[in-house]
Nanobody
Framework: QVHLVESGGGSVQAGRSLRISCAAS????????LGWFRQAPGKEREGVAF????????YYADSVKGRFTISQDIAKNTVFLEMNRLKPEDTAMYYC???????????????????WGQGTQVTVSS
C-alpha cells in the first residue's frame, strides 16, 4: 500500500511560479513510478509529468515541457513539481499517483495507477 499526500497548491498570477510536493509512504520509495496528473472542471484527468524513483528518468506532457520540472528528494520520499511561467490553462486540481511497475511514463494508462493522493488545487489568474 502506498500513501500519498500532496501539498503546496495555491493561487498565483500568470507568469509566476509554484512548487507542489507529494510525500510517499508505505512502500519501497525507490521502486515506483510517481506521476503528477491534473484535472480541470469538465475535462479528463491528464498526465503532466512522471519520474521513476529508482532511476531518475523523467517524462513530460508537451503542454508543460520546458516550464515544469519534476524532481525528487529520496531522503524525504518526496516528489516535487516546480511549475514556472504558469498560464491560466494550468488551473486544475493536481494529483500525485504511484504505480509499482519497473517502468514509467505515459506508457502507463491513467487508470492503471493504483495509488492516488487527495489532490491540491492550483489556480492561475490572468
Amino acid at each position: 500500500q502506498v500513501h500519498l499526500v500532496e501539498s503546496g497548491g495555491g493561487s498565483v498570477q500568470a507568469g509566476r511560479s509554484l512548487r507542489i510536493s507529494c510525500a510517499a509512504s508505505g512502500y519501497s520509495y525507490t521502486s515506483m513510478c510517481l506521476g503528477w496528473f491534473r484535472q480541470a472542471p469538465g475535462k479528463e484527468r491528464e498526465g503532466v509529468a512522471f519520474i521513476y524513483t529508482g532511476g531518475d528518468s523523467t517524462y513530460y506532457a508537451d503542454s508543460v515541457k520546458g516550464r515544469f520540472t519534476i524532481s525528487q528528494d529520496i531522503a524525504k520520499n518526496t516528489v516535487f513539481l516546480e511549475m514556472n511561467r504558469l498560464k491560466p490553462e494550468d488551473t486544475a486540481m493536481y494529483y500525485c499517483a504511484a504505480d509499482l511497475r519497473s517502468y514509467c511514463g505515459f506508457a502507463i494508462q491513467t487508470t492503471d495507477f493504483s495509488y492516488w493522493g487527495q489532490g491540491t488545487q492550483v489556480t492561475v489568474s490572468s
